[in-house]
């Protein structure tokens, strides 16, 4: 049986992920976030040039629209995002433009964002880390909450809170439960 393709009027309208609204947008109206903790090697961002040279930008930037700044912030594809702006031959041919999608969320659920997507492919750098579990706790945003959203342990969350050395990261934990099989410091979501 033939296959037939809906036009995408006819498909539901409760959501359409973001990839199906791609926009092209000069790199002086896109900024890097202040938070993503993934780093990438001389030699993998060295690849990553010869990729977009080769291929093309084949996935959009994930940013969020800032109406203040009149600016597209970065929220997944800062790495990309550098190389348009070191690599002349790329910055030439797409004349200085990129492939962007917006998600609209607030600076927790952004944060979350990028986690998840560093998450899914590499390594973090730990000091950044346990800079973005303490903003989030700062926030009000609680353990089982970071645990759900970044996709950590809790012994991640532990070891990254004992990190940064602030006493009021731990403010609201039980630990007098965290050490009961039937207990958990979890409770607060």
């Not at 002349?88 to 004349?95: C, D, Y």
């Not at 759900?148 to 940064?164: A, C, F, V």
């Amino acid at each position: 049986m033939p296959r037939v393709d809906l036009p995408i009027e006819a498909e539901p309208k409760e959501w359409l992920s973001p990839v199906y609204g791609v926009k092209r947008i000069h790199h002086s109206r896109v900024k890097s976030n202040e938070y993503n903790p993934n780093k990438v090697a001389p030699p993998e961002m060295a690849l990553l040039e010869v990729s977009i040279w080769e291929d093309g930008y084949t996935q959009p930037i994930v940013t969020y629209y800032d109406e203040k700044e009149e600016l597209y912030i970065v929220v997944d594809g800062f790495h990309r995002y550098q190389v348009l702006l070191t690599s002349e031959r790329v910055k030439k041919r797409e004349q200085g433009y990129l492939p962007v999608v917006v998600i609209y969320k607030e600076i927790d659920d952004r944060m979350a964002s990028t986690i998840r997507h560093n998450r899914a492919r590499g390594t973090h750098n730990v000091e950044l880390m346990s800079s973005i579990v303490s903003e989030l706790v700062e926030m009000g945003k609680g353990d089982a909450w970071i645990c759900k959203h970044l996709g950590m342990t809790k012994d991640e969350i532990l070891r990254l809170k004992q990190i940064t050395g602030v006493a009021a990261l731990f403010e609201h934990s039980d630990f007098n439960s965290s050490w009961d099989s039937k207990g958990s410091i979890f409770d607060d979501e």
